[in-house]
C-alpha cells in the first residue's frame, strides 16, 4: 500500500500527470461513463429511427423563417441537455411522447414531454415570425430542471422549473 | 489464450523433446491482493488514478524438469468501486534458489464480466518461503489494457500494480 501511494504521489505531481475523477467507464456510477476523463450520462438510444442529437444547451432553438403548420404526435425519443449543471451531462429518455405544434403565422413551437417525473410545456403563439422552443430537463437524482427558451434567435435559461 | 495453450504445450513436453511428460507436477495455490496506479491519454495530456483493489487467485504448475518455468492459471477479481471477474493465463520464468526466488513474469489479463478489457501484463516477482510448504510471494506489473468496453473511447489503460499475498505448496 505505501508503494502504490508513492507511486500516485509522483505521477501525480509529474507535470504530464494529472489526477482524473475516472478513466474507465467501471470508475463512474451506473448509468455513467467516463468521457474524457469526466463521468457523464451515458447516452442511451434504443430507437435507431431517431435522431440520436446530444444536443447542447444553446443548440435547441428551433428556426423556422416562414408561415408554417404542422401538428406532429409521435412516441420517439426525447434528449433532454442539462443547462444549468455539466455541460457534458447528456441523458436521453425513451418511449416518451414529443409533440410538436405551429401554429399559423409564422410560429413554431415545440413542447417536449420528458420522462414520467417531470412534465413542462409552454404554450405561446407570437406572429412575427419567431420560434419559441420549450424543452424540461432534469438532473439525475438532484431533481432540478431548467426551462430553456429561446425567441427571435436568442436563448435564455427560465431558472429551474419543478420536478 | 496463447499463453495457456503454450504453457500446457511446454508443460506436457512438447516445446523441448527432451522434456518427458510429467509423472507429477509441482502443484502450488496463491492468493494475492494488490493495488496501484492506473495512467491513461486524453487531449493529449496524461491523467493518473489509484487502481481499484483487486484479488488475485492462482494455481502454479511446474514440470519438474522445468523448474525455472512456471505457468499459472489466475483468476482475477477487481473489488473496489466495481466487481470484474476475468482470467488471465501467466507464465514465470524463475532464477533458482532455494528460500527466495525471483522471477520474471508476462500475462494476458482478459476480464469479460460485467465489463471487457484485454491487455497484456509484464513484471517481476519474488517469493520467501517461510516453510516448506508456506511462502509470502509479491510482484510488480505494469499491465497495458488496449480493448475493452470499459475504456473510454478511443483510449487505452496503463496500470503499475503490486500484489502480495501467500503460496500453498501441495
Known amino acids: ?163 | 489464450m496463447i499463453g495457456a495453450w503454450h504453457g500446457t504445450w511446454i508443460l506436457c513436453g512438447g516445446l523441448i523433446g527432451s522434456v518427458a511428460p510429467a509423472e507429477k507436477l509441482q502443484v502450488s495455490a496463491s492468493v494475492l491482493a494488490g493495488t496501484g496506479m492506473s495512467l491513461a491519454g486524453s487531449g493529449g495530456k496524461t491523467y493518473a488514478r489509484r487502481s481499484p483493489t483487486f484479488l488475485l487467485g492462482e494455481v502454479g504448475i511446474v514440470h519438474p524438469d522445468l523448474d525455472w518455468l512456471e505457468f499459472a492459471p489466475t483468476i482475477s477479481f477487481e473489488i473496489e468501486g466495481r466487481v470484474g471477474i476475468g482470467l488471465m493465463p501467466k507464465l514465470r520464468a524463475r532464477l533458482p534458489g532455494k528460500r527466495v526466488r525471483i522471477w520474471a513474469l508476462a500475462a494476458l489479463p482478459i476480464f469479460f464480466t460485467p465489463y471487457s478489457l484485454l491487455g497484456i501484463q509484464g513484471g517481476a516477482g519474488i517469493s520467501l518461503a517461510l516453510h516448506k510448504r508456506l511462502a509470502i510471494i509479491a510482484e510488480f506489473t505494469g499491465t497495458g489494457f488496449v480493448w475493452g468496453s470499459d475504456l473510454m473511447d478511443g483510449g487505452s489503460l496503463v496500470k503499475l500494480d503490486q500484489q502480495f499475498g501467500v503460496r500453498v505448496s501441495f
Not at chain 1, 27 to 43: K, M, N, S
Not at chain 1, 48 to 60: L, N, P, V
Open chain 1, 1 to 163: 500500500m505505501r508503494t502504490s501511494m508513492i507511486l500516485v504521489l509522483v505521477a501525480t505531481v509529474l507535470p504530464a500527470c494529472r489526477p482524473a475523477t475516472c478513466l474507465r467507464d467501471s470508475d463512474c456510477g451506473p448509468g455513467y461513463q467516463c468521457v474524457a476523463v469526466e463521468c457523464a450520462f451515458a447516452p442511451v438510444d434504443t430507437d435507431m429511427t431517431t435522431t440520436g442529437a446530444t444536443d447542447d444547451a444553446t443548440s435547441t432553438t428551433t428556426d423556422t423563417t416562414g408561415p408554417t403548420q404542422t401538428t406532429t404526435s409521435t412516441t420517439t425519443s426525447t434528449t433532454m441537455t442539462d443547462t444549468s449543471g455539466d455541460p457534458s451531462a447528456v441523458r436521453t429518455d425513451t418511449g416518451h411522447e414529443t409533440s410538436s405544434d405551429a401554429t399559423s403565422g409564422g410560429t413554431t413551437e415545440t413542447s417536449g414531454t420528458s420522462g414520467s417525473e417531470d412534465s413542462t410545456t409552454e404554450d405561446g403563439s407570437s406572429s412575427d415570425g419567431s420560434s419559441d422552443v420549450s424543452g424540461s430537463s432534469d438532473i439525475g437524482a438532484s431533481g432540478s430542471a431548467s426551462d430553456a427558451s429561446s425567441d427571435a434567435g436568442t436563448s435564455e435559461s427560465t431558472g429551474p422549473a419543478t420536478l
